[in-house]
């Protein structure tokens, strides 16, 4: 008896580890977010019912999930404004879809607005590698009016990336892929989905924009799980311990959203102190 429970005091001390070593992992963080300001809208006015305007806002860096909708009706016409949000910031990463419409029976006398925006200020301790992952799309509307974008500008201003759609009256999208080193600093990613509003006597303000994208920022060692600048036993453990979960970032090294057999492949290849 006394064998068995050794091994079982083994076992617990081993899983208790594993599990201080996914803690300390996840708290290990590649983005430190300064600010941010991430919020949906909608408003309508007519002749019928005035102004109406609906929004919703996220709480500080907690995860935001968010959908507000205005509507009116003026004699035989209706209209209605729907904008919503998902967004999350991670320790190595942040996602959001972002949505904006406007629908009815072409509802020529509802000026309408709609929009959702992203907007977040980090910083980056270190050179990092970037990773993002995404579409924008607009569908309808007259030219101009409706407008979907992702960017991201890095210290001083400057233009890492950006990418537009502007609706012509028809459906568009753009799949984004980005990838690149960044070098320690202060970032701000920025995206919207935006239906502006319609003249009513010129244009129907009928259509939708969206943005989606995954953003994955990983230090020049993501194999480095503990963070003590070495790939080693107590980062394997940190690996084993996730094993078969789906997180963004390390430690799916792959980026195959799961832990599995590659990862641990890859990890073993990086073995030892980090560049």
Same mark, same amino acid.
């Given at each position: 008896?006394?064998?068995?429970?050794?091994?079982?005091?083994a076992?617990?001390v081993?899983?208790?580890?594993?599990?201080?070593?996914?803690?300390?992992a996840?708290a290990?963080?590649? %983005?430190?977010?300064?600010d941010?300001?991430?919020? %949906?809208?909608? +408003?309508?006015? &007519?002749?019928?019912? *005035?102004f109406?305007?609906?929004?919703?806002? !996220?709480?500080?860096? *907690?995860?935001?999930?968010?959908l507000?909708?205005?509507?009116?009706?003026?004699?035989?016409?209706?209209g $209605?404004?729907?904008?919503?949000?998902r *967004?999350? %910031?991670?320790a &190595?990463?942040?996602?959001a879809?972002?949505s904006?419409?406007?629908?009815?029976?072409s509802?020529?006398?509802i000026?309408?607005?709609?929009a959702?925006?992203?907007?977040?200020?980090?910083?980056l301790?270190?050179?990092?590698?970037l990773?993002?992952?995404g579409?924008?799309s607009?569908?309808?509307?007259?030219?101009?009016?409706?407008?979907?974008?992702?960017?991201?500008?890095?210290?001083? @201003?400057?233009?890492?990336?950006?990418?537009?759609?502007?609706?012509?009256?028809?459906?568009d999208?753009?799949?984004?892929?980005?990838?690149?080193?960044?070098?320690?600093?202060?970032?701000?990613?920025? +995206?919207?989905?935006?239906?502006s509003?319609?003249?009513?006597?010129?244009?129907?303000?009928?259509?939708e924009?969206f943005?989606d994208?995954t953003f994955?920022?990983a230090?020049?060692?993501?194999? @480095?799980l503990?963070?003590?600048?070495?790939?080693?036993?107590? @980062?394997?453990l +940190?690996?084993?311990?996730?094993?078969?979960?789906?997180?963004?970032?390390?430690?799916?090294?792959?980026g195959?959203?799961?832990?599995?057999?590659?990862?641990? $492949?890859t990890l $073993? !290849?990086?073995?030892?102190?980090?560049?």
């Open positions: 008896m006394r064998p068995q429970a050794s091994t079982m005091n076992a617990s081993f899983a208790a580890s594993a599990m201080l070593l996914v803690c300390g996840a290990a963080r590649t %983005i430190i977010p300064i941010q300001d991430r919020w %949906i809208q909608t +408003a309508m006015w &007519s002749e019928c019912e *005035s109406t305007t609906d929004s919703d806002a !996220a709480k500080g860096f *907690s995860p935001f999930n968010g507000v909708q205005t509507m009116q009706q003026c004699d035989d016409i209706f $209605l404004a729907t904008a919503s949000q *967004s999350e %910031i991670g &190595s990463s942040m996602t879809f972002g904006a419409a406007s629908e009815g029976e509802p020529t006398e000026q309408t607005v709609a959702s925006v992203f907007e977040v200020t980090f910083e301790p270190a050179a990092s590698n990773a993002l992952d579409v924008i607009v569908d309808g509307g007259p030219p101009n009016l409706i407008t979907a974008l992702i960017r991201l500008t890095g210290p001083g @201003d400057q233009m890492i990336f950006e990418h537009t759609l502007v609706g012509t009256g028809g459906p999208s753009q799949v984004i892929e980005e990838a690149g080193v960044l070098e320690p600093g202060e970032y701000t990613l920025y +995206a919207y989905a935006d239906f509003w319609a003249n009513p006597i010129d244009v129907i303000p009928l259509g924009a943005f994208f994955v920022v230090g020049p060692c993501p194999a @480095d503990d963070g003590d600048s070495s790939v080693g036993i107590l @980062d394997l +940190a690996l084993l311990a996730a094993w078969g979960t789906d997180p963004v970032g390390p430690p799916d090294l792959d195959d959203g799961t832990v599995g057999i590659l990862d641990l $492949l $073993l !290849a990086n073995w030892g102190p980090c560049p």
